[in-house]
């Protein structure tokens, strides 16, 4: 048997049954439990199927690779150790003995229960999703919280209607309430309300507890409503501002920053180009610094991270086109992302030619008096500046000025220079991707202007 | 910068020895539109002993290149050394020259 990944679509699509039927189980087996099985022919070919389902996921558990502090297991023996330390047992006893027991036509007894350890599973199951990042935390955490709450509810009510259905004198709730001709699907209806309202610490007071063993169990109840109403407030409006956690951190850099800028005498239509500045790095990464991320990274995961990253960018460089893989590793280990807001002087005139942009997002233009025509003016995703002034080693005659906001990559000397030395293909690439600019060279050199 | 003007045969070539930038190339420009003016129709430029070319020196070439296009004549550089030959590709221009190894090829292309 092959091994499984832990994060492959199969395993995952399995987890989600798994955890499904430990969710069913959780909901229907109290309720079952409360009526002695009485209808549990009905439901018998489940119980066995759910417990087939549960002895094939320990199988597959021993054929899963797990990953722990970043090492993914893949070695037989090391999984089952781990399994056998975790959650094999429960996940036996939730499902073996149960599923010998369907044999013998649902006995009731203590065994009935055990499936309840499913419940386990589905708490390991989730717990795995969020250290595997599988969906987004937040949201993962309510799913949790809302099942939790669910099942909770459903156990408390089953409990109630226990002790009403365990107490035949006058005194108990369902008698009280005359409720004892009634069906169980309406019993069990009242007490969900009953739990519900209660633990909601609404209390209309229609159904009150009398008897010792009732005003025990509201006792608990209500001390337990109120821990789970506190947890569950806190726990929504926690997951709630973290769902928005990142905006609302973006609005409150913004706003110390112009706070700071204000304070220190900085123009208003400054500050608001600040402002557009970051809101726009900050739809374009999420609040992530890219760079930061990456410098963490070994050599070989960076430059596969960055290709990733940066594959839209790349595609509008002909530069990297026509690289070889390695050669583009070596070009994103030498070139740096750089952004430009609109109307900033991108590259400036009077100073040595020692960079070439390769623009893969957004307009730039030369700013000259010279009477040249537009294409040769502008410059737009896949095409570079900088090259005659950096070739040619000369100063550049014009300033580039960005149109919107500009995405490009720098190439500076020392990168070009350590680029031909490592790479004998650098120049020949360069030569060819040259020629595409020709035309617009040709402009330029005859009318003097060097950029 | 040192100019040789050779107009011994139907075929003018200039050959340009040390730097061309920007004091020196309005020379070569002189030089070139005097040979036109001549009725110069094929020039060869001999770069076989010039080791910088700046983007003036470009600009000549390029404005020789379109008059002389223009005309209905030839223009052709020759000899160049590996520096010079990558400073015209690395500025895009390669492509729009005829370039020759030596001065002796471009003149039996240009004869034939």
């Given at each position: 048997?092959?091994?499984?990944?832990?994060?492959?679509?199969?395993?995952?699509?399995?987890?989600?049954?798994?955890?499904a039927?430990?969710?069913?189980?959780?909901?229907?087996?109290?309720?079952?439990?409360?009526q002695?099985?009485?209808?549990?022919?009905?439901?018998?070919?489940?119980?066995?199927?759910?417990?087939?389902?549960g002895?094939?996921?320990?199988?597959?558990?021993?054929?899963?690779?797990?990953?722990?502090?970043?090492?993914?297991?893949?070695?037989?023996?090391?999984?089952?150790?781990?399994?056998?330390?975790?959650m094999?047992?429960?996940?036996?006893?939730?499902?073996?003995?149960?599923?010998?027991?369907?044999?013998?036509a649902?006995?009731?007894?203590?065994?009935?229960?055990?499936?309840?350890?499913?419940?386990?599973?589905?708490?390991?199951?989730?717990?795995?999703?969020?250290d595997?990042?599988?969906?987004?935390?937040?949201v993962?955490?309510?799913?949790?919280?809302?099942?939790?709450?669910?099942?909770?509810?459903?156990?408390?009510?089953?409990?109630?209607?226990?002790?009403?259905?365990?107490?035949?004198?006058?005194?108990?709730?369902?008698?009280?309430?005359?409720?004892?001709?009634?069906?169980?699907?309406?019993?069990?209806?009242?007490?969900?309300?009953?739990?519900?309202?209660?633990?909601?610490t609404?209390?209309?007071?229609?159904?009150?507890?009398?008897?010792?063993?009732?005003?025990?169990?509201?006792?608990?109840?209500?001390?337990?409503?109120?821990?789970?109403?506190?947890f569950?407030?806190?726990?929504?409006v926690?997951?709630?501002?973290?769902?928005?956690?990142?905006?609302?951190?973006?609005?409150?850099?913004q706003?110390?920053?112009t706070?700071?800028?204000?304070?220190?005498?900085?123009?208003?239509?400054?500050?608001?180009?600040?402002?557009?500045?970051?809101?726009?790095?900050?739809?374009?990464?999420?609040?992530?610094?890219?760079?930061?991320?990456?410098?963490?990274?070994p050599?070989?995961?960076?430059?596969?991270?960055t290709?990733r990253?940066?594959?839209?960018?790349?595609?509008?460089?002909?530069l990297?086109?026509?690289?070889?893989?390695?050669?583009?590793?070596?070009?994103?280990?030498?070139?740096?992302?750089?952004?430009?807001?609109?109307?900033?002087?991108?590259?400036?005139?009077?100073?040595?030619?020692?960079?070439?942009?390769?623009?893969?997002?957004?307009?730039?233009?030369?700013?000259?008096?010279?009477?040249?025509?537009?294409?040769?003016?502008?410059?737009?995703?896949?095409?570079?500046?900088?090259?005659?002034?950096?070739f040619?080693?000369?100063?550049?005659?014009?300033?580039?000025?960005?149109?919107?906001?500009?995405?490009?990559?720098?190439?500076?000397r020392?990168?070009?220079?350590?680029?031909?030395?490592?790479?004998?293909?650098?120049?020949?690439?360069?030569?060819?991707?040259?020629?595409?600019?020709?035309?617009?060279?040709?402009?330029?050199?005859?009318?003097?202007?060097?950029? | 910068?040192?100019?040789?003007?050779?107009?011994?045969?139907?075929?003018?070539?200039?050959?340009?020895?040390?730097?061309?930038?920007?004091?020196?190339?309005?020379?070569?420009e002189?030089?070139?539109?005097?040979?036109?003016?001549?009725?110069?129709?094929?020039?060869?430029?001999?770069?076989?002993?010039t080791?910088?070319?700046?983007?003036?020196?470009?600009?000549v070439?390029?404005?020789?290149?379109?008059?002389?296009?223009?005309?209905?004549?030839r223009?052709?550089?020759?000899?160049?050394?590996?520096?010079?030959?990558?400073?015209?590709?690395?500025?895009?221009?390669?492509?729009?020259?005829?370039?020759?190894?030596?001065?002796?090829?471009?003149?039996?292309?240009?004869?034939?």
């Amino acid at each position: 048997m092959r091994l499984f990944r832990e994060t492959s679509r199969f395993k995952i699509s399995w987890d989600i049954l798994i955890c499904a039927v430990a969710l069913i189980t959780g909901l229907v087996l109290p309720v079952e439990l409360l009526q002695g099985f009485a209808y549990s022919n009905r439901l018998a070919v489940w119980w066995t199927v759910f417990s087939v389902i549960g002895l094939v996921d320990i199988i597959l558990s021993f054929n899963t690779t797990v990953e722990h502090q970043g090492v993914v297991l893949r070695d037989r023996r090391a999984i089952a150790r781990r399994y056998l330390r975790g959650m094999f047992w429960p996940d036996l006893i939730a499902n073996l003995p149960f599923f010998l027991a369907s044999g013998l036509a649902m006995q009731t007894g203590w065994v009935t229960a055990l499936p309840l350890l499913r419940l386990l599973r589905m708490l390991h199951i989730t717990s795995r999703w969020e250290d595997l990042q599988l969906l987004q935390i937040p949201v993962l955490r309510m799913i949790r919280y809302g099942l939790a709450l669910m099942l909770i509810t459903n156990g408390i009510a089953c409990l109630w209607l226990w002790v009403g259905l365990a107490d035949s004198s006058p005194l108990g709730w369902i008698q009280r309430l005359q409720l004892s001709r009634t069906n169980f699907p309406d019993l069990y209806l009242h007490s969900l309300y009953w739990t519900i309202t209660t633990l909601a610490t609404v209390g209309y007071g229609d159904i009150t507890p009398k008897t010792s063993l009732e005003i025990i169990l509201a006792i608990v109840m209500m001390m337990t409503g109120a821990i789970l109403l506190a947890f569950a407030v806190g726990n929504v409006v926690s997951i709630i501002s973290q769902l928005d956690g990142g905006r609302l951190e973006h609005r409150n850099r913004q706003s110390a920053i112009t706070r700071y800028l204000q304070l220190n005498g900085v123009e208003r239509q400054t500050i608001d180009r600040v402002r557009r500045f970051n809101d726009y790095q900050w739809a374009r990464t999420g609040g992530i610094n890219p760079r930061q991320i990456l410098a963490d990274l070994p050599a070989e995961l960076r430059s596969e991270v960055t290709i990733r990253i940066l594959q839209e960018s790349i595609s509008n460089v002909p530069l990297f086109l026509a690289a070889s893989t390695p050669l583009q590793k070596r070009l994103l280990a030498e070139l740096l992302p750089v952004t430009f807001p609109p109307c900033t002087v991108v590259l400036e005139d009077e100073a040595m030619g020692e960079q070439i942009l390769f623009i893969t997002a957004g307009s730039v233009a030369i700013n000259t008096n010279q009477d040249l025509p537009s294409d040769v003016l502008h410059y737009g995703p896949g095409d570079y500046v900088g090259d005659l002034a950096f070739f040619l080693r000369e100063r550049r005659t014009d300033p580039v000025l960005s149109q919107s906001y500009v995405e490009a990559f720098l190439l500076n000397r020392h990168s070009f220079d350590e680029l031909c030395r490592l790479e004998p293909r650098f120049k020949e690439l360069l030569r060819q991707v040259a020629a595409k600019q020709t035309a617009r060279n040709q402009a330029l050199l005859i009318a003097g202007v060097i950029v | 910068m040192q100019l040789t003007v050779d107009t011994s045969s139907q075929l003018t070539c200039i050959a340009i020895e040390g730097g061309l930038d920007s004091a020196t190339a309005p020379h070569l420009e002189t030089s070139i539109e005097t040979c036109l003016a001549d009725g110069a129709t094929a020039l060869i430029l001999d770069l076989s002993a010039t080791d910088y070319v700046s983007s003036m020196g470009l600009r000549v070439f390029l404005s020789t290149l379109k008059t002389l296009k223009a005309s209905g004549g030839r223009f052709v550089l020759a000899g160049l050394n590996g520096e010079v030959q990558e400073i015209i590709d690395l500025a895009g221009v390669g492509p729009l020259f005829d370039i020759y190894p030596t001065v002796d090829q471009a003149r039996h292309s240009l004869a034939g």
